[in-house]
């Protein structure tokens, strides 16, 4: 048992800590917000530098070769500071995926670019039915010498930017629906796609993405054609977690500025915090936070040995998606009115938490795939 | 970052759970306050500790030399789990006697003292059987404001006063007794004294105090003229706040993951129930089930984390509190989930859990009515609220 980040991990929390305090200002945060692209393409080069976009790619791939859990770490200190940005979608919602399930001249082909920066990527998964089950799967491709694509995706991350997108469509009709889904490789800027981003409360650049008869090769499709569904799994169960370790480090920050405040705001010549409606607000914040930063942990942990858990990623999950939104909202009442402010950072958190809590599952997603586990698991009584 | 626990652990719980199958009987599902409560539940429970302690496991954190086994904080982490998940009775020799009393002398007590006492709770013999008398009816979470004294008179101290929420003191041979040394002190924790008092002497009353259930758990003591020798006195006088503090530590090893074992029971047979009995089409309960196995899983994490932090040499202060503030509210939780899923059957007394109507053998309705006592007995959740104010978030003292 070790609690302890090892001195590599220790490196990388420290760098990014720096790097993001400088790169990453609030008032950066805020001007991505209306900003068209909605990320900062020199901030984007120097991650680049720092070798964030290939951290845990082998070095054949121009990666570094670390493992899921430091990729983790990083993105808990991109959630303590709010970096915007297609990272997430590129990383964790593509790359990943292409490292598992692509062929070698595919991994070939893309990684090394996503390493170097050179390209944007995202997953258009959801659609209209705003759902992360394979039922929401209705996007038509047929084929027909290429494939043909045909319908809307929603709530497409970056979209607006994205050299490519892993497309997620349906390529036959069977009965079960996890059943005849594929996923494509389609490179954004194909005849016949058009994108809109959609007014977020989060300013995010989720996107609508329409595709009218576009055109998709065969050769275009990562694992197999009508087992996509395996693939879309993976991103779920992988992002999911990263998405977790992102709100952690908001959840955190929600509550050290919480604490700072109630230190410092005097009320009936007493600072706030030692009133107990307020310290004990806190405390229980602090219970929250710190829980779900040991959940977090423990399921990349087992991710990164290799025993990931479907049962503890969705467990954090759901936990990820309370806690976050929780800590925001407690955090702006121990503010007072200041926390109801633009000027506030604390509600440039808070405006993220409808999008963290959709992004692979919101919490009755998540409680519904647990309660599925718990009615095929073996108790240790029973044993 | 590694969650792991080492070969010795996984070992040890093999052992245990192969113990829990041949020493309980078949079914066995313990649940709160009931060893104390019954005559033959007591029985049982006082052969388990010598069960126990012949397996070397009773007092395992103990070093060699005081009948233990030297065991690591992972080790006994390992066990305290494992002994609730099974529903291990006898693990704690009264109140504080194995998780306070022995550490204390161990760190405290004179020789003589250690030779008399260690080996008792050590073999689990029923003359090492402890209770805990802190609370007075005007001392609760304002524990230094305890009045009972001892006033020192020749080889001897006289004791005088009452003390109340006793538990077990109807069981024990034995009171870890805090008094007033100097009530003139300046500080009001600077003139405790701690000593140990045979249950024996004359002079000392105890009387049951029955719960709401029917439960018989605590009790008033009364201490009128009681001579204790001096002999008996742990430490110095007048510093026995400052030795509680310190045992503390201690204590906070074995609760993280006892309340972890027994909540993750609970749920394993709330989920069996479900399955056999067709409630898991009910959404509601689906939730609710899954809400708890959050909870759990997270419990286990803070628990751990906790074990790690002492486990390195350091002295949490705060985390102990969160542990005990986030299983009161499982249990609160799982207490309402549990008894909305019996219905009709949450009704049925705890103390008749043998009844043919009872579900679970009582174990929801047993953890319904007596969760309250769990959470208010050492330290309610507001008093460790405001520890973590205080000590994990720097915040000023609240009250
Ligand atoms: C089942 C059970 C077993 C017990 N066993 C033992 C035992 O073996 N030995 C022993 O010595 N004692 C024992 N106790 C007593 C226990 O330690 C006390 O009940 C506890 O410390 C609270 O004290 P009190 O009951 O006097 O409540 P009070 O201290 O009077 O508290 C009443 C209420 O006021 C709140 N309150 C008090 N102070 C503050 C504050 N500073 N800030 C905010 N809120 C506050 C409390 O949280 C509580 O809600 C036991 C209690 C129970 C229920």
Same mark, same amino acid.
């Given at each position: 048992?070790?609690?302890?980040?090892?001195?590599? %991990?220790?490196?990388?929390?420290?760098?990014?800590?720096?790097?993001?305090?400088?790169?990453?200002?609030?008032?950066?945060?805020?001007?991505?917000?209306?900003?068209?692209?909605?990320?900062?393409?020199?901030?984007?080069?120097?991650?680049?530098?720092?070798?964030?976009?290939?951290?845990?790619?082998?070095?054949?791939?121009?990666?570094?070769?670390?493992?899921?859990?430091?990729?983790?770490?990083?993105?808990?200190?991109?959630?303590?500071?709010?970096?915007?940005?297609?990272?997430?979608?590129?990383?964790?919602?593509?790359?990943?995926?292409?490292?598992?399930?692509?062929?070698?001249?595919?991994?070939?082909?893309?990684?090394?670019?996503?390493?170097?920066?050179?390209?944007?990527?995202?997953?258009?998964?959801?659609?209209?039915?705003?759902?992360?089950?394979?039922?929401?799967?209705?996007? %038509?491709?047929?084929?027909?010498?290429?494939?043909?694509?045909?319908?809307?995706?929603?709530?497409?991350?970056?979209?607006?930017?994205?050299?490519?997108?892993?497309?997620?469509?349906?390529?036959?009709?069977?009965?079960?629906?996890?059943?005849?889904?594929?996923?494509?490789?389609?490179?954004?800027?194909?005849?016949?796609?058009?994108?809109?981003?959609?007014?977020?409360?989060?300013?995010?650049? %989720?996107?609508?993405?329409?595709?009218?008869?576009?055109?998709?090769?065969?050769?275009?499709?990562?694992?197999?054609?009508?087992?996509?569904?395996?693939?879309?799994?993976?991103?779920?169960?992988?992002?999911?977690?990263?998405?977790?370790?992102?709100?952690?480090?908001?959840?955190?920050?929600?509550?050290?500025?919480?604490?700072?405040?109630?230190?410092?705001?005097?009320?009936?010549?007493?600072?706030?915090?030692?009133?107990?409606?307020?310290?004990?607000?806190?405390?229980?914040?602090?219970?929250?936070?710190?829980?779900?930063?040991?959940?977090?942990?423990?399921?990349?942990?087992?991710?990164?040995?290799?025993?990931?858990?479907?049962?503890?990623?969705?467990?954090?999950?759901?936990?990820?998606?309370?806690?976050?939104?929780?800590?925001?909202?407690?955090?702006?009442?121990?503010?007072?009115?200041?926390?109801?402010?633009?000027?506030?950072?604390?509600?440039?958190?808070?405006?993220?938490?409808?999008?963290?809590?959709?992004?692979?599952?919101?919490?009755?997603?998540?409680?519904?795939?647990?309660?599925?586990?718990?009615?095929?698991?073996?108790?240790?009584?029973?044993? | 970052?590694?969650?792991?626990?080492?070969?010795?652990?996984?070992?040890?719980?093999?052992?245990?759970?192969?113990?829990?199958?041949?020493?309980?009987?078949?079914?066995?599902?313990?649940?709160?306050?009931?060893?104390?409560?019954?005559?033959?539940?007591?029985?049982?429970?006082?052969?388990?500790?010598?069960?126990?302690?012949?397996?070397?496991?009773?007092?395992?954190?103990?070093?060699?030399?005081?009948?233990?086994?030297?065991?690591?904080?992972?080790?006994?982490?390992?066990?305290?789990?494992?002994?609730?998940?099974?529903?291990?009775?006898?693990?704690?020799?009264?109140?504080?006697?194995?998780?306070?009393?022995?550490?204390?002398?161990?760190?405290?007590?004179?020789?003589?003292?250690?030779?008399?006492?260690?080996?008792?709770?050590?073999?689990?013999?029923?003359?090492?059987?402890?209770?805990?008398?802190?609370?007075?009816?005007?001392?609760?979470?304002?524990?230094?404001?305890? $009045?009972?004294?001892?006033?020192?008179?020749?080889?001897?101290?006289?004791?005088?006063?009452?003390?109340?929420?006793?538990?077990?003191?109807?069981?024990? $041979?034995?009171?870890?007794?805090?008094?007033?040394?100097?009530?003139?002190?300046?500080?009001?924790?600077?003139?405790?004294? &701690?000593?140990?008092?045979?249950?024996?002497?004359?002079?000392?009353?105890?009387?049951?105090?029955?719960?709401?259930?029917?439960?018989?758990?605590?009790?008033?003591?009364?201490?009128?003229?009681? @001579?204790?020798?001096?002999?008996?006195?742990?430490?110095?006088?007048?510093?026995?706040?400052?030795?509680?503090?310190?045992?503390?530590?201690?204590? @906070?090893?074995? &609760?993280?993951?006892?309340?972890?074992?027994?909540?993750? @029971?609970?749920?394993?047979?709330?989920?069996?129930?479900? $399955?056999?009995?067709?409630?898991?089409?009910?959404?509601?309960?689906?939730?609710?089930?899954?809400?708890?196995?959050?909870?759990?899983?997270?419990?286990?994490?803070?628990?751990?984390?906790?074990?790690?932090?002492?486990?390195?040499?350091? &002295?949490?202060?705060?985390?102990?509190?969160?542990?005990?503030?986030?299983?009161?509210?499982?249990?609160?939780?799982?207490?309402?989930?549990?008894?909305?899923?019996?219905?009709?059957?949450?009704?049925?007394?705890?103390?008749?859990?043998?009844? @043919?109507?009872?579900?679970?053998?009582?174990?929801?309705?047993?953890?319904?009515?007596?969760?309250?006592?769990?959470?208010?007995?050492?330290?309610?959740?507001? &008093?460790?609220?405001?520890?973590?104010?205080?000590?994990?978030?720097?915040?000023?003292?609240?009250?």
């Amino acid at each position: 048992m070790d609690f302890e980040f090892s001195e590599d %991990q220790t490196m990388i929390i420290d760098s990014a800590r720096k790097f993001l305090e400088k790169e990453c200002p609030k008032e950066k945060v805020r001007e991505l917000k209306e900003d068209e692209k909605g990320y900062d393409p020199d901030t984007w080069n120097k991650m680049v530098e720092m070798g964030w976009m290939g951290l845990i790619f082998p070095e054949e791939y121009e990666g570094t070769g670390m493992d899921f859990f430091d990729l983790m770490i990083l993105m808990e200190e991109m959630g303590r500071n709010l970096l915007p940005g297609p990272f997430f979608s590129t990383v964790a919602l593509c790359s990943l995926p292409i490292l598992e399930f692509g062929s070698s001249d595919q991994k070939k082909e893309i990684l090394p670019k996503i390493a170097y920066g050179e390209k944007i990527w995202t997953l258009a998964l959801t659609e209209t039915s705003a759902t992360y089950e394979p039922s929401g799967v209705a996007l %038509q491709a047929t084929l027909d010498g290429d494939y043909v694509l045909e319908g809307t995706k929603l709530f497409v991350p970056y979209a607006n930017i994205a050299d490519y997108m892993l497309v997620v469509a349906r390529t036959s009709d069977k009965a079960d629906p996890k059943e005849g889904i594929t996923v494509f490789i389609v490179d954004a800027k194909s005849p016949g796609i058009k994108t809109e981003v959609i007014p977020t409360a989060a300013h995010d650049k %989720q996107c609508e993405v329409i595709f009218d008869k576009v055109k998709v090769s065969k050769g275009n499709i990562l694992g197999e054609p009508d087992n996509g569904w395996d693939i879309v799994e993976f991103i779920i169960q992988r992002a999911s977690v990263l998405k977790s370790a992102e709100m952690l480090g908001g959840a955190q920050t929600a509550l050290n500025m919480g604490n700072d405040y109630a230190k410092e705001r005097v009320q009936f010549d007493k600072p706030i915090g030692s009133f107990q409606a307020i310290q004990h607000k806190l405390a229980k914040m602090l219970i929250d936070v710190e829980g779900l930063r040991f959940l977090v942990y423990e399921a990349a942990w087992k991710t990164s040995i290799g025993s990931q858990s479907a049962l503890l990623n969705s467990i954090v999950k759901a936990k990820a998606n309370e806690v976050f939104q929780r800590t925001c909202l407690e955090s702006i009442k121990v503010h007072g009115a200041i926390g109801f402010t633009e000027e506030l950072d604390l509600g440039l958190f808070f405006l993220r938490t409808k999008a963290s809590e959709f992004a692979l599952g919101d919490t009755g997603f998540h409680r519904e795939r647990i309660a599925q586990e718990l009615e095929s698991y073996k108790p240790s009584f029973l044993s | 970052m590694d969650f792991k626990f080492g070969e010795k652990e996984g070992k040890l719980r093999k052992e245990i759970r192969e113990f829990a199958k041949k020493e309980l009987p078949p079914n066995w599902l313990s649940v709160m306050f009931e060893e104390e409560h019954r005559d033959e539940d007591w029985e049982f429970a006082m052969s388990i500790s010598k069960k126990l302690s012949e397996k070397g496991w009773l007092t395992m954190s103990w070093p060699e030399e005081y009948g233990g086994k030297g065991a690591s904080l992972w080790e006994q982490l390992a066990y305290s789990e494992e002994a609730s998940y099974w529903g291990i009775p006898g693990t704690t020799m009264g109140v504080g006697g194995v998780d306070w009393v022995g550490p204390s002398l161990m760190m405290f007590g004179t020789d003589e003292l250690k030779k008399k006492h260690l080996p008792l709770i050590a073999s689990g013999d029923a003359d090492g059987v402890w209770c805990t008398g802190y609370s007075e009816p005007n001392a609760g979470s304002d524990f230094a404001s305890i $009045r009972t004294r001892a006033v020192r008179d020749g080889d001897e101290y006289v004791i005088n006063g009452q003390k109340i929420w006793t538990s077990a003191a109807h069981r024990s $041979r034995w009171c870890w007794l805090a008094v007033k040394t100097d009530i003139d002190a300046p500080k009001k924790h600077k003139g405790i004294s &701690v000593f140990a008092v045979d249950m024996k002497t004359e002079g000392i009353t105890v009387r049951p105090l029955l719960n709401y259930v029917g439960y018989h758990i605590f009790n008033e003591v009364f201490f009128d003229d009681v @001579r204790v020798p001096a002999t008996n006195l742990v430490g110095e006088e007048n510093r026995g706040w400052y030795q509680l503090m310190h045992s503390l530590g201690y204590e @906070r090893g074995s &609760v993280a993951g006892r309340g972890y074992g027994y909540n993750k @029971r609970i749920l394993d047979e709330l989920i069996m129930y479900c $399955r056999e009995n067709h409630l898991f089409d009910e959404p509601a309960i689906r939730n609710g089930l899954a809400d708890l196995s959050i909870e759990i899983e997270t419990q286990k994490m803070l628990a751990y984390e906790t074990i790690y932090k002492m486990s390195k040499g350091g &002295v949490p202060i705060y985390e102990p509190s969160r542990d005990k503030v986030f299983n009161d509210h499982i249990l609160e939780h799982m207490a309402f989930i549990g008894t909305g899923i019996l219905g009709g059957y949450a009704q049925i007394d705890p103390m008749n859990r043998k009844s @043919r109507w009872s579900k679970l053998k009582g174990c929801i309705e047993n953890l319904y009515w007596l969760f309250p006592g769990i959470s208010l007995a050492a330290g309610t959740d507001e &008093v460790e609220l405001n520890i973590i104010g205080q000590y994990g978030l720097n915040l000023p003292k609240s009250y």
